[in-house]
């Protein structure tokens, strides 16, 4: 079956620090890659993602490369800011023909201090 | 983007009623919208997947009976959580795909997600 493994959180940084969320996954079939972010009080909305791979998805200083080899989808951001605080999940999706279901990392929540 | 509301956001009921949860596309049509139960510390699990004027597919393990779904129109699935109880207590989320994004058989990441409804049963 499908699954993805997220750190564990919570995780603090400091503002300006640099960010890694590491992500792994086991998939049937070739999957896409996404990272979803829960902002407090707001719906999951759509970061990055990465339909093949070497493929990286990038958006809002985030990045995250779809590396085959090693089932990795880390996510990184070189300087983080106190706006960055909210809740990321990893996630995966093989397509079934129009009707795409999602797997869920158990999600992180980033803290950034100023 | 496209927005999805979720209402209510939050509900507390007595053990034994039941209580709806309802899910809106607000400036698109979804053929399809997706159900998930989240728990502490714990991944989404997705449901089921309703199906605009058809049954609802379940996910192995969650009860048809227990979770009704209706999604009735293009803009709008109901969840209801037929006499609950305690353990029922959970953060359901929905999601709802854009009709006219789906003409390709990979639709990959178009999903638009609602707040949320955080259901605690005394």
């Known amino acids: 079956g499908n699954s993805v493994t997220q750190m564990e959180g919570p995780v603090t940084l400091s503002e300006e620090a640099f960010l890694t969320i590491n992500c792994t996954y086991t998939?049937?079939?070739?999957?896409?890659l996404f990272w979803y972010v829960q902002y407090p009080g707001e719906g999951l909305q759509l970061l990055l993602k990465a339909t093949k791979a070497d493929d990286k998805g990038s958006n809002k200083g985030f990045e995250a490369t779809y590396r085959k080899e090693t089932t990795s989808f880390h996510l990184e951001k070189g300087s983080v800011q106190v706006s960055d605080s909210a809740v990321y999940f990893c996630a995966l999706s093989v397509p079934l023909f129009g009707n795409e279901k999602l797997t869920f990392g158990t999600g992180t929540r980033l803290t950034i201090i100023p | 983007g496209a927005v999805v509301s979720q209402h209510p956001s939050r509900v507390i009921c007595k053990s034994g009623t039941s209580v709806k949860i309802e899910c809106r596309s607000l400036?698109?049509?979804?053929?399809?919208m997706f159900w998930y139960r989240q728990f502490p510390k714990k991944s989404l699990m997705l449901m089921a997947t309703?199906?605009?004027?058809?049954?609802?597919?379940?996910e192995q393990g969650v009860e048809k009976d227990k979770f009704l779904i209706n999604h009735a129109s293009l803009t709008l699935s109901t969840l209801t959580v037929t006499s609950a109880h305690p353990e029922d207590s959970s953060f359901y989320i929905c999601?709802?795909?854009?009709?006219?994004?789906?003409?390709?058989?990979?639709?990959?990441?178009?999903?638009?997600f609602g707040e949320g409804s955080r259901l605690t049963v005394l």
């Open positions: 309703s199906n605009e004027g058809s049954k609802a597919t379940y």
């Open positions: 999601s709802a795909r854009d009709a006219t994004r789906g003409q390709r058989k990979m639709n990959t990441g178009e999903l638009f």
């Open positions: 998939a049937t079939g070739y999957p896409s």
């Open positions: 400036d698109f049509q979804a053929t399809t």
